[in-house]
């Protein structure tokens, strides 16, 4: 089944403690992107990869790191965790990304919900 | 000012009605433009693709007015299995990504 797999679902951490939020894709999608949804807000968009080795930032990278050693994996590392980053968390991907792959269709993991205390 | 808006609603109607949502984008070079729908606490799923001459799908009808910047979305007997979230959510070539609205939330009741 083609699926966007995050882990994990639910977290509740406290003030610095390092963590991170796994994403695997098995569509063999070149874009990934990760967002957080926050109420009001909408979606915002965290940081994003264009393909393996190719990251970016986008809306609202601050206190948030990636990497894309792998084309299936994009996980989200969070160094020292602030309660401004509770938050529903998202992992997407499309087959590619920007105007040339553009199809609005955005494959999304189930989320990761985190509580920072 | 939000690059996309939309009305948060709620919007409660009941079962067999007509309801239509709005959504106004600032950026005038904006590309393509997509409704998608959420679930209480699940995922975005594309709901349809919005293209210039409107389209249809199903109960669902969406438009594009690029002169005043707003799409919308047109559901036409309303099921209780429409309530959820709809993200109105735009293609910016500009910045090369989808920008997303905060949503608007339709509650149909018996």
């Known amino acids: 089944e083609a699926q966007v797999t995050q882990n994990p679902r639910y977290l509740i951490t406290v003030t610095g403690k390092k963590l991170t939020v796994t994403c695997s894709q098995n569509m063999n999608h070149e874009y990934m992107s990760w967002y957080r949804q926050d109420p009001g807000l909408g979606l915002r968009q965290i940081y994003y990869s264009m393909n393996v080795e190719v990251t970016d930032k986008g809306d609202v990278p601050e206190g948030y790191k990636v990497s894309r050693k792998e084309k299936r994996n994009f996980p989200l590392i969070l160094e020292s965790p602030s309660p401004n980053q509770t938050s529903l968390y998202f992992c997407?991907?499309?087959?590619?990304?920007?105007?040339?792959?553009?199809?609005?269709?955005?494959?999304f993991g189930e989320g990761s919900r985190l509580t920072v205390l | 000012r939000k690059e996309v808006e939309q009305d948060p609603g709620p919007f409660n109607v009941p079962e067999g009605a007509t309801v239509a949502f709005n959504c106004t984008y600032s950026?005038?070079?904006?590309?393509?433009f997509f409704w998608y729908r959420q679930d209480c606490r699940k995922e975005p799923k594309l709901l349809m693709s919005v293209y210039s001459s409107g389209n249809e799908d199903g109960r669902f009808t969406a438009q594009l007015n690029r002169a005043s910047q707003y799409i919308s979305l047109l559901i036409r007997d309303s099921k209780l299995s429409d309530s959820a979230t709809y993200l109105c959510?735009?293609?910016?070539?500009?910045?090369?990504?989808?920008?997303f609205g905060a949503g608007t939330r339709l509650a149909v009741h018996p």
């Open positions: 997407a991907s499309s087959l590619r990304g920007g105007l040339a792959g553009n199809t609005g269709e955005l494959f």
């Open positions: 959510v735009v293609f910016s070539g500009g910045y090369n990504k989808l920008i």
């Open positions: 950026n005038s070079a904006s590309q393509s």
